[in-house]
């Protein structure tokens, strides 16, 4: 892959995210939505099993974040840049694993720094044209919501 020239790198940023994008990453979110009301408004009961899916949901979208930059890779012709995609696309993955042996107030701190370094990330990808402009404008949304939801479960103070 190579790098969009302004003029692609223009058109690009007018390209429309995708409705299928839209609609599985936006209800992608309901489960990192749904635990952080538990552990707000729910019962006591609620609260153990509340961190348990929020942190292995965050654990599981991380890795598949890190996974888009391995797939983006395959076409890939410039070896330098296959090892620098497939390198990082491990990277989330990895660190997903470890935070599962934390508590889950450790975990899904650490978590929350993952997904933020995985939005770096995919800016980078994106300004290097190996990842669509639409793609940025979505994970950028979507960045959003799940650092918020995240910061908002450290915040319950359960």
């Known amino acids: 892959m190579t790098s969009m020239n302004s003029k692609e790198a223009s058109g690009a940023m007018a390209a429309p995210i995708p409705s299928a994008a ?8 309901i489960p990192f939505i749904a635990p952080v009301v538990a552990l707000w408004l729910g019962s006591p009961a609620w609260r153990e099993p509340a961190w348990a899916v929020l942190h292995g949901y965050a ?9 888009i930059h391995w797939g983006a890779a395959l076409r ?14 491990v990277v989330p993955a990895l660190l997903a694993w470890v935070t599962l042996m934390l508590p889950h107030r450790h975990g899904v701190a650490l978590l929350l720094l993952g997904f933020a370094a995985q939005y770096l990330m995919d800016r980078r990808a994106v300004a290097m044209g190996w990842l669509p402009a639409w793609y940025g404008r979505l994970r950028r949304a979507l960045t959003a919501g799940v650092v918020a939801c995240l910061a908002l479960a450290l915040a319950s103070g359960v």
Do not use: K, Y
């Not at 599981?60 to 996974?67: D, E, S």
């Not at 890939?76 to 696309?89: F, K, N, V």
């Open 76 to 89: 890939e012709s410039d070896t330098r840049r296959l090892w620098q995609a497939m390198g990082w696309s």
């Open 22 to 29: 839209l609609w599985l990453g936006g209800t992608g979110l």
């Open 59 to 67: 654990a599981i979208i991380l890795g598949f974040l890190g996974a």
